[in-house]
């Protein structure tokens, strides 16, 4: 059964106006429910990952990181349960992590992301780590933080924010998209990405498990329906795993995160 975690106070995390708001989380529990809500922050874990100035900066800071990242006086505390919560959730969880990571780099917040949840998933884990990142904005910060143990692959809209990830190499499979974005082409790529992973023998999956390739996001160009995450579900399922909760900016989500636990149960 798939453990669906939430972080405690994400709801304080919260601009007026921004797309990266609290009613996200909700529009998923609505439909899927939760398990757990996480509340622990282990902080001697965040400088394993993030420089020490940037973390002490999220600490007493309020304000913008970057046009589109907001600290609130609630954020660090949030923000630090999301990555302790991504560390030490138990294989077959979902955790809903707001604020969202894979923008974030070792030494800045950026794209409403303020800590890497999904490295901090990946460092934790002592087997050959596969990232899958399905967010439709492609990873910068978790390519840039890449874990020994990990390997990477991403599908994301080529000319879109931040404007990364159009090469790849032996650790790196990049695939920009310059169109609309189909289930059919995602299945394609799910493809390919697996095949990527077995190459290079992982054995475990973190899913940076972004919604915003939706037809219904307000802020990409794809056209993924929630059945395509069905499928990517299906795909997970004979693996050991964990998802972190990316992007997804529509109440689309809670449909497309239903889809991705039924095809990860099915059976
Ligand atoms: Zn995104």
Redesign the pocket.
Known sequence: MVKIITIKDHERHYYPNHPEKPERVEWIVKEVGYSREWERVDESLLERVHHPEYISLVKTYVGWLDPDTYVTPYTYQIAARAATASYYAKEGSLILTRP?G??ATRNKGM??CIFNNAVFSAISKEEKVGILDV???HGNGTEELLPENAVYASV?MGSG?PGTGRSSDKRRFNMPVYHSLTDKEFAEFLEMAFRFFQERGVEFIVVSL?F??LYSDP??YFSLTPKAFYELGERIREWSWVAVL???YSPLIGEAAKKFIEGISKG
């Open positions: 969202p894979h923008h794209g409403f967010d439709a904005h994301h924010y972004g915003d390739g802020l990409t990316e992007g997804g």
